[in-house]
């Protein structure tokens, strides 16, 4: 066992019988490093990560790869729920470096924590063009050693990047935040909607459940309009975004993305049509969603989300809630290696479980008389052969509601007595709090005092229990160990959960807030407290993560306590960034409305022009393409787009697994799109062709009549290079016809 096995984290006690020398972040690995010269070799993940097992298998496992690792670096793992501050700093370098980023990250630092190298997986060995793990640790170690002047030039520039990213500017031309600019962000949000299947975006397809809270405190605030009483929002898009809410509500609730047996509901799904999940379940996603699909029964009335907020809650008090009453933080996507084992069924097991009559009705209910829908991609020779659960049969659901609910119970108690995934039984303060947060309102509107009393019981361990000497929030626990100060998502959201109990404490925790994270220059708040120590730079994130940003709840949380002033400045900090790239902070978009809706409109002033400031991978991804559009003919719109020298798209179809260049028109009815076909080049990250568009490309509409008024035109795609893909970009046009 190595120095892992000290540790409290589920995903550092995987790796603690690794033949790696392992370190946890902390003085003792950065003695070690500068003691020995040594670089660092950071590798960070969470247990439930599907690739971070990957790599481990093949890499971190396997003894004469080890060996390697431990004779030429100080290797350190970390655990990013625990420390998303370590998480975010490097991440952003990762992006830096190469344009993308994820997990399990990979990064290679100087004995002083500075980044001059990172990635996300490696292959073992060479393959396909691309360099595998022991190649690159041969070639970063001859580096450090025989080239140290360029490596730690490197990592000044990175340092220097990584401080000017995380310093916010003021936009170039000022900014006003009412009303209708709040209308212009809800619209350009919705512009990826997938009217076939509900949801935003295509596969892999999450449920963005902070996006889809802004649109419900959208369709609020149109109806109690507050200060902005003479502002009328559009009667068309409310009608629209309430659609698309629903649609995409009734789709998740009866996908496989939902766990038709148990309730919760897995983290995203790979396709689509919510159909194939990726099985690992977060208490975060069961926080959000329980509290969408309140909400959604609150405003709409549909019985059948209040059942599904039930579902959830019900599993998470199961499943997922610890004795002393607070929550874990996962379950494993896996079990025996095999991705979503526990939750797959056949139909000769149904029918020995429930006899023929039973098993004919719930085959046809849930998709299984339709044949297998389930292929292991790692475990198979190809062809599906077991079942995910999905409702295929709505209305004879409805009807035989009485008999399925008996039979659900008992194929849940045969699937309780398999093998189960790994259970995360890590407490953290944040997530703890949303989930909270979700109860206390599931208990007032469900009128279900379980729920209520389930939130406080949990409030009490996190304001007894992860608290330090001196009274702040602790991040997280297991077993009774508490390790690492509180981060401001702590902070925030357990100001947030404390607000929905009513709780007065609320503003006790927002004082230790403020002094702890907040800067008196712009009034935003840091990530991390002014304490800390083993982070080169201090980050203030406004967008979201899939959780919310943690400024975002903050101004939320300030306004709910009368500090409108304090509220105010947080969101004139984030302007340029909403103003540039808000559909990335639905969270801060809301509490702008919530401010808006209370004290009226917000005035960001401009600012000097930023040309020294280096842009974002984001900000890179933006300028890639330039739109332009000319009509052909009064119903056919040309659009070209103009693609920067040395980069790609992603042809219309694209190659499997990436995103396809695509185009959204709102404010006429579409007759067909015609995208060009797409010139098939080879890639060393992949091993087949795959159709991009390179130079220029021209996308042709055809509309059924002559359009007049004004056209919102949104595209979607993702840039690449010859070795690495920007993030995806959507971006809006409107032209007046």
Known sequence: MNRLGQETSPYLLQHAHNPVDWYAWGPEAFEAARSQDKPIFLSVGYSTCYWCHVMERQCFEVPRIAEEMNKRFICIKVDREERPDVDQLYMTAVQILTQHGGWPMSVWLTPDLKPYYGGTYFPPEDALGR??????????????RNRRDEVERSAEQIMSVLERVSALVKPTTPVTIDGAWIDKMIARSITDYDPHHGGFGRAPKFPRQTQLELLLHWLDWANNPGKLADHQSDLKQQARVKQMLTHTLDAMAVGGIRDQLGGG???????????????????????????????????????????????IFDFVLREMTSPTGAFYTAMDAEVDRQEGLNYLWKLDEIEQHLGHDDAELFAKVYGVDQGPNFTDPHHSDGGPDKNILFVADANLAEREEGRLAVMRQKLKAVRDQRKQPLLDTKILSSWNAMMIRALAHGGEVLKEPTYTEAAKKAAEFVLTEHRSPDGGLLRSSRDGVKKYAGMLDDYSFVIDALQSLGDPRAAEIATMMSKRFGDSSDGAFYFTEDTATDLIVRQKIGSDSPLPSGNAVAARVLLGLSEAEAAGKVIRAFGQQLEGHGEGMSSMIQSALAYVQREGPIEVAA???????????????????????????????????????????????????????????????????????????????????????EKQAVVKVEFADQVSGRLNVTIVYQACTETACLPPVKKAAMFDV
């Open 265 to 311: 509901f897995h983290r995203y799904s790979t396709d689509a049509k919510w159909l194939v999940p990726h099985f690992e379940i977060m208490l975060y996603d069961q926080a959000m969603l329980g509290w969408v699909y309140v909400e959604a029964f609150r405003q709409f009335g549909d019985a059948r989300y209040a059942t599904v907020a039930r579902g």
């Open 607 to 693: 600012g000097p022009a930023e040309s020294q400031r280096p842009k974002s991978p984001e900000e890179i991804a933006a300028g890639v393409v330039q739109l332009a559009a000319r009509w052909d003919s009064p119903t056919t719109l040309r659009l070209t787009f103009a693609i920067a020298a040395g980069y790609h798209l992603n042809g219309h179809p694209a190659g499997e697994g990436l995103i396809a260049t695509e185009v959204n028109v709102e404010g006429a009815t579409v007759k067909s799109i015609k995208y060009p076909v797409g010139e098939e080049k080879t890639f060393p990250f992949a091993d087949k062709p795959i159709p991009v568009y």
């Open 131 to 144: 360099p595998g793990f022991v190649t690159v640790l041969d070639a970063l170690e001859d580096a450090y």
